[in-house]
């Protein structure tokens, strides 16, 4: 060190921290403000952490249990394209917990009373489904009950709840009647739930026995919906084709959904961005703060700094001292606000009943995130502080 | 006796609308040991003078040797650390951290030399004795009474151990019985070989000094 720029770094930082204490109030809030920014960059990486953790979680709950299975359509084909017995030679693949066919039914009318000339309600979408269809969906009553193999050749129906209050079928137990184009159906069951699809709550269904009897053959517009055990549904896809039909397994399109880890991904990636960049204004705003409190600080001491100066300070003793002032602000922001992150992060796992992510690094970045921006932010007022001149400093 | 000061021909224009030339080629030298008092009105360029002499501002012409050594050749970087190491300030505003002891304030003299906080403490308790307040170093500006304030001041100009101390309106802010007893801490100092550089408007006040000068428009002229 020159002999000119003699000074001990220790007093140096020593003037700094009784720079810190001298406006304490100032000071106090100014860490609270970048406690407050870095807090919430700490706590958004750590929900965000958990979030993803729990879409993880949650993701792996409904892993890629459901395979779809649909006819290629054959020109001039007038046969249902499933074999009948296809649902029981599935059944018996390993790793299949259910299966059911289904189709749309071409309807034009459903209500409440018979004869109609046109719909009670808006048409509501009406499906022909095997017995298998409820186990396949999970779908779990309001009341009433399913139909099984010995209904599926009656007119009977199950309807969705939201269904049913615009037919005005309060209870299935009373089996009411409603109609679809005029035939009448008995409304056995009313479905509040399904885990593996909306169709059901919505819909008005049918056994498909009785459907193709009345509507005729679905060709190909059925589908077979197929409910397999986690991490079988690759192994059931490779062979479902070929349990249904042997000779033709080309003639049938399988169907599964993305591995889980795709779709997962792409949500982490894209919930991550815009946290960060929530987290990113945060820490902005705190180092607006200390750079608003630095430049107040300096305005204020411009009498100290022209003692400063008279009494030998160079002008880069004077930025040191303030760009020092405001690291340490943010080093004691940035340790305040790790923590404060850390608490909300605990708290909203606790509320929403995840198991909170903190990543190790997320403790110590707070303080080392509070010195940069502390030090980013100082660097305009120190620059100030340091070309004021004494004699124009004694003059004001 | 060795010259501590010496100004030849030093003119001092700043460069305002008007071109304002606050002092006009003044020579002067100041000597080991002189209690020099500079009286004048105010804006007669009192405190310009006591700037350059302070290093604090540059003449824009004539010569300034501090101790024999040019002051027109030095950086800024020596123009600071002779300004810390030979020039002591007392200001009529005492200029004292408010939120620092006493102790603490003295301490500030010999920051920017280099100075152990060891070495430092020691000189400053010693500037805090010689004006009466070693008692006081751990009480905070604001519980003391305005000479009192003032006697801090004059520790820290000399704590360093300067040259020369330059005192800007030192009794402008007391009442006459506090700046009675401030210039007679002072005398003393002088006395006991303290160079010193008074500037003042109240002619009584510059009637102490072994010298006076003084000063109108930017001119100084030694009264006899």
């Known amino acids: 060190m020159s002999s000119v720029s003699r000074i001990h770094v220790l007093r140096l930082i020593g003037e700094a921290m009784a720079g810190i204490t001298q406006k304490s109030s100032r000071s106090t809030l100014t860490i609270i403000g970048t406690a407050l920014g870095i807090g919430s960059f700490i706590a958004v990486l750590g929900v965000t952490s958990s979030a993803n953790s729990q879409i993880s979680e949650e993701f792996a709950a409904v892993e890629a249990t459901q395979v779809t299975v649909q006819p290629v359509a054959s020109p001039g084909s007038s046969t249902r394209d499933?074999?009948?017995?296809?649902?029981?030679?599935?059944?018996?693949?390993?790793?299949?917990?259910?299966?059911?066919?289904?189709?749309?039914?071409?309807?034009?009318?459903?209500?409440?009373?018979?004869?109609?000339?046109?719909?009670?309600?808006?048409?509501?979408?009406?499906?022909?489904?095997?017995?298998?269809?409820?186990?396949?969906?999970?779908?779990?009553?309001?009341?009433?009950?399913?139909?099984?193999?010995?209904?599926?050749?009656?007119?009977?129906?199950?309807?969705?709840?939201?269904?049913a209050k615009q037919l005005h079928v309060e209870d299935a137990a009373e089996q009411p009647v409603i109609f679809i184009d005029g035939v009448p159906f008995s409304v056995i069951g009313i479905v509040d739930n399904a885990a593996n699809s909306n169709a059901p709550l919505s819909a008005v269904v049918v056994p498909d026995v009785f459907a193709e009897a009345m509507f005729g053959d679905p060709g190909d517009q059925a589908t077979m919906t197929i409910d397999t055990d986690r991490g079988a549904s690759?192994?059931?896809?490779?062979?479902?084709?070929?349990?249904?039909?042997?000779?033709?397994?080309?003639?049938?399109?399988?169907?599964?959904?993305p591995p889980p880890s795709v779709v997962r991904d792409k949500i982490s990636s894209s919930t991550q961005g815009l946290f960060f960049a929530l987290a990113a204004i945060g820490v902005i705003v705190g180092a607006v703060g200390i750079a608003n409190s630095s430049l107040i600080s300096?305005?204020?001491?411009?009498?100290?700094?022209?003692?400063?100066?008279?009494?030998?300070?160079?002008?880069?003793?004077?930025a040191a001292q303030f760009l020092i002032e405001a690291a340490v602000r943010g080093v004691l922001g940035g340790a305040?606000?790790?923590?404060?992150?850390?608490?909300?992060?605990?708290?909203?796992?606790?509320?929403?009943?995840?198991?909170?992510?903190?990543?190790?690094?997320?403790?110590?970045?707070?303080?080392?995130?509070?010195?940069?921006?502390?030090?980013?932010?100082g660097l305009y007022p120190a620059r100030r502080a340091s070309q004021i001149e004494p004699v124009e400093a004694f003059r004001l | 006796m060795t010259a501590v000061v010496e100004l030849r021909g030093v003119s001092r224009e700043y460069e305002d609308k008007r071109g304002t030339i606050a002092l006009r080629n003044c020579t002067l030298t100041v000597?080991?040991?002189?209690?020099?008092?500079?009286?004048?009105?105010?804006?007669?360029?009192?405190?310009?003078?006591?700037?350059?002499?302070?290093?604090?501002?540059s003449p824009t012409s004539g010569s300034y040797a501090l101790r024999g050594s040019d002051t027109s050749s030095m950086s800024e970087k020596i123009r600071s650390r002779t300004r810390g190491e030979m020039v002591g300030f007392v200001f009529q505003s005492f200029q004292l951290l408010e939120q620092r002891s006493c102790l603490e304030n003295v301490m500030l003299a010999d920051l920017y030399t280099g100075a152990s906080?060891?070495?430092?403490?020691?000189?400053?308790?010693?500037?805090?004795?010689?004006?009466?307040?070693?008692?006081?170093?751990?009480?905070?500006?604001?519980?003391?009474?305005?000479?009192?304030?003032?006697?801090?001041?004059?520790?820290?100009?000399?704590?360093?151990?300067?040259?020369?101390?330059?005192?800007?309106?030192?009794?402008?802010?007391?009442?006459?019985?506090?700046?009675?007893?401030?210039?007679?801490?002072?005398?003393?100092?002088?006395?006991?070989?303290?160079?010193?550089?008074?500037?003042?408007?109240?002619?009584?006040?510059?009637?102490?000094?072994?010298?006076?000068?003084?000063?109108?428009?930017?001119?100084?002229?030694?009264?006899?």
């Open chain 1, 82 to 163: 499933f074999p009948s017995g296809s649902e029981f030679a599935v059944d018996s693949i390993k790793g299949v917990r259910a299966a059911a066919i289904w189709w749309d039914l071409p309807v034009e009318s459903v209500g409440a009373f018979a004869p109609i000339s046109s719909s009670d309600i808006s048409t509501p979408r009406v499906i022909a489904a095997s017995p298998g269809y409820w186990a396949t969906v999970g779908a779990t009553l309001y009341s009433g009950r399913f139909y099984d193999d010995f209904l599926a050749d009656k007119p009977v129906a199950i309807v969705g709840l939201q269904i």
């Open chain 1, 234 to 257: 690759d192994v059931v896809a490779q062979q479902v084709a070929l349990a249904i039909d042997p000779k033709h397994p080309e003639s049938y399109r399988v169907l599964k959904p």
């Open chain 1, 298 to 318: 300096v305005m204020s001491r411009i009498p100290e700094i022209g003692l400063r100066r008279s009494l030998g300070a160079l002008p880069r003793h004077i």
């Open chain 1, 336 to 377: 305040l606000g790790a923590n404060v992150g850390i608490v909300a992060v605990a708290v909203v796992a606790l509320s929403q009943r995840w198991t909170a992510v903190v990543e190790p690094w997320s403790i110590f970045a707070g303080p080392i995130l509070g010195a940069v921006v502390g030090l980013a932010a």
């Open chain 2, 31 to 57: 000597n080991d040991g002189d209690f020099l008092t500079v009286v004048g009105p105010s804006g007669s360029g009192k405190t310009t003078l006591l700037n350059i002499v302070g290093l604090l501002d």
């Open chain 2, 117 to 224: 906080e060891r070495d430092s403490r020691s000189n400053a308790l010693r500037a805090l004795e010689s004006v009466g307040l070693a008692d006081r170093a751990g009480s905070l500006p604001t519980e003391l009474s305005g000479g009192q304030r003032q006697r801090v001041a004059i520790a820290r100009a000399l704590a360093g151990d300067p040259a020369i101390l330059l005192c800007d309106e030192p009794t402008g802010n007391l009442d006459s019985r506090t700046a009675e007893s401030i210039l007679a801490l002072f005398l003393a100092l002088n006395e006991t070989g303290a160079t010193i550089m008074l500037i003042t408007h109240d002619r009584a006040v510059a009637s102490l000094g072994n010298r006076r000068v003084e000063m109108l428009d930017g001119v100084l002229s030694e009264a006899v």
